[in-house]
């Protein structure tokens, strides 16, 4: 199948490889870019070097790629799933990666050690207070620092051709300007993303683990069981 993926223009990476894996051809819509905010990545690097975290928490690759290149130094480093590590290990930054893509699972696996420990979090400008919440309510301190906004491109999603569209997080696809076609498979790379869309009416046909992977899994199995 030929699949339009969300990305954050600029930042497709190695999308087209990997759904190649699968048999599949994929290429990046961008209802999204990104704008960087030099002062704060500046005060989180200073901030590292300083030593003030126990802790960093990368929740995607895109802070990740702006972040690594900078690091003098740095604490026990958590990342969200293979391609943010890779980004960090990039730059020989050693890093644990957790189990699941979703970040509501940072504060179980660090368990009882969250306790006190100063947590820092280089993410978008947008809000995901459950995160910050569960780190308060364990004990730990956040230190969010919104390394870069997500702003509309304004540019209708390319969908000619296409036989999937697969929206890779909530902000892509509410910010995305798209007309549903009848036979568009349409696809969502995880739980969270799948529940926004399902609330605003679209409901996906394939759901992911919360990975680019995962979805292309699940769209393999959906289509075996359609007899394709």
Not at 103 to 126: C, E, M, T
Not at 155 to 163: E, I, P, T, Y
């Amino acid at each position: 199948m030929k699949i339009a993926v969300t990305r954050v223009a600029g930042k497709e990476g190695t999308d087209s490889a990997r759904c190649a894996k699968f048999g599949h051809d994929c290429y990046s819509v961008h209802p999204l870019k990104s704008e960087l905010k030099q002062d704060v990545v500046t005060a989180f690097i200073q901030a590292v070097d300083r030593g003030d975290f126990d802790c960093l928490f990368f929740t995607s690759a895109l802070p990740a790629q702006i972040i690594a290149p900078l690091l003098n130094r740095f604490p026990r480093v958590i990342a969200i799933g293979p391609q943010t590590a890779q980004a960090l290990h990039r730059y020989e930054i050693e890093c644990e990666i957790l189990p699941t893509f979703y970040s509501r699972d940072f504060v179980p696996y660090l368990g009882n050690w969250i306790f006190g420990k100063h947590i820092g979090i280089p993410r978008a400008d947008v809000p995901n207070n459950a995160l910050l919440d569960s780190i308060v309510a364990a004990g730990g301190i956040p230190h969010e620092f919104r390394c870069y906004s997500l702003e509309p491109t304004g540019q209708s999603l390319l969908l000619n051709g296409a036989d999937a569209l697969l929206f890779t997080s909530t902000m892509s696809f509410l910010k995305s300007i798209w007309t549903p076609q009848p036979n568009l498979l349409i696809m969502a790379i995880g739980e969270v993303t799948a529940n926004v869309m399902t609330k605003s009416g679209i409901s996906p046909i394939v759901i992911g683990d919360g990975s680019l992977e995962g979805a292309l899994m699940a769209l393999n199995t959906y289509l075996e069981k359609k007899g394709h």
